[in-house]
């Protein structure tokens, strides 16, 4: 009895262990002076759409999960290579808005809503038609830990604080939606 107890123990040991060497982080520290923690994970492919077609080419969005002291945010780098995706045009490219709105749609049928703070710019290589927009959505942690326990169904960002001005919108297959939970479970308890 004692032996199989010890063998439970050492196995959720070791699946703890391995669990936590699955976070691959950017940064994680502690800041010297105010002594706050400081996480960002790697990106990871969180959505991906194959666009055929004369307008063809690959839309796909990279997420990272961050904790800075209290506060949590996913960034979204959002790839895009076809002329599906719709922003607005200003004298220095495209951009969205401030408050623009990054949505979840969780198995249960809930729904999660980041806001971004700042006006996000897109930019353009040189050498390729890749284009891409950085954005910063804020959550709360309540947010982050339903994000991390549930499967998400579907993603949506906005590109202003009116919903109905979808960029883009799609299915998240299962095994992003299970990449962005262990993400954010890197960062939030």
């Known amino acids: 009895m004692k032996s199989t107890f010890l063998l439970l123990v050492i196995f959720v040991a070791a699946g703890l262990s391995l669990s936590a060497q699955n976070c ?3 940064k994680n520290e502690v800041d010297k002076f105010t002594k706050t923690e400081v996480k960002l994970t790697k990106p990871i492919l969180a959505y991906s759409k194959t666009v055929a077609g004369g307008l063809g080419g690959t839309d796909m969005l990279n997420l990272q999960a ?3 002291g209290e506060s949590y945010a996913l960034l979204i780098k959002y790839i895009y290579t076809s002329k599906t995706a719709v922003f607005t045009n200003t004298s220095e490219g495209t951009s969205a808005e401030a408050e623009a709105k990054i949505m979840f749609l969780l198995e249960n049928d809930s729904i999660i809503t980041g806001t971004s703070l700042n006006t996000a710019q897109s930019a353009s290589s040189k050498t390729s038609a890749v284009n891409h927009i ?10 982050m830990q339903q994000l991390k326990s549930h499967t ?20 998240v297959k299962p095994k992003y939606s299970s990449e962005i939970s262990r993400v954010i479970g890197c960062v939030v308890e």
């Not at 950085?134 to 947010?143: A, G, P, S, V, W």
């Not at 998400?152 to 299915?171: L, P």
């Open 134 to 143: 950085d954005m910063k959505f804020q959550l709360t942690k309540e947010d």
């Open 152 to 171: 998400i169904k579907t993603i949506r960002i906005c590109k202003s604080n009116d919903v109905s001005q979808v960029m883009v919108e799609g299915e």
């Open 66 to 68: 961050e904790k800075n």
């Open 24 to 26: 691959k982080f950017e």
